[in-house]
C-alpha cells in the first residue's frame, strides 16, 4: 500500500475537520438554556428597593413615559448588577429614555438593563453568564453623548431619569412582562 504524501496531508485535514465539527460544540461551555420564570435571580444584591413599579405611573421627568416598561430598583452609582439568567449581549449603547444600556438575549427573553455605567463590561456578541457581573449602576449625569435629548438644570442625564437607578425590562417573545411578577425579591 503505497499513499503519496499529499494524500495523507488530505485525510489528516478531513479528519481534522470532521474532529472540529463534531465535537468543539460540546466541549463550549457558553451554552443557553431554556429558561423558566423560577430561574432568573435578583440582579443587585443588597438593593431590593423598587422604586417605580411596571405599568401606568405619572411621568417623574421630562422624556420619561407614563407606561413604565420595567422597574426601577433604587441603587447607588456604581452598585454592582449581575446578569439574571445567560445570554448573548445584543446591545450596549446610548437608548434613549433608558440611558446608557445593556440588552441579553435567551431564546425567547430579552433583558434590558437601563441607565447603566458607560463604561461597558461586554460587547456585543460576547456570552454572559447567569449571576455574572454585568455592567455598573450608571452615574445621573453623562457628558459627550451626542444629541442626548435628556437633560435638567445641572447637566446631560444619562436618558430620563431622577437619579442613579437601575431600569429592568423583560420581553419574553417581544411582549413586555412585569419583571417584579418572575424575579425573587
Known sequence: MNINLNTSIYIIFIFTIIICILFIPLLSNNSISILSES???????????????FGPRKSPTTGASTFHT???????????????????VTYTGFKGADGFTIIVENNNYQIIYGHVNPDFLFDVGDFVKQNELLANVGPKYVYNVQNNPYHDKNGPTNGATTGA?????????????????????
Not at 40 to 52: A, M, S
Request: hydrophobic letters at 35%; proline letters at 11%.
Open 39 to 53: 430561574e432568573f435571580i435578583w440582579p443587585t444584591p443588597g438593593y431590593k428597593t423598587i422604586t417605580c413599579p
Open 165 to 185: 437607578h437601575l431600569h429592568l425590562t423583560i420581553k419574553k417573545d417581544d411582549e413586555l412582562i412585569d419583571p417584579s411578577s418572575i424575579l425573587p425579591i
Open 70 to 88: 420595567g422597574i426601577d430598583i433604587g441603587a447607588f452609582e456604581g452598585s454592582p448588577i449581575y446578569s439574571i439568567c445567560s445570554g448573548i
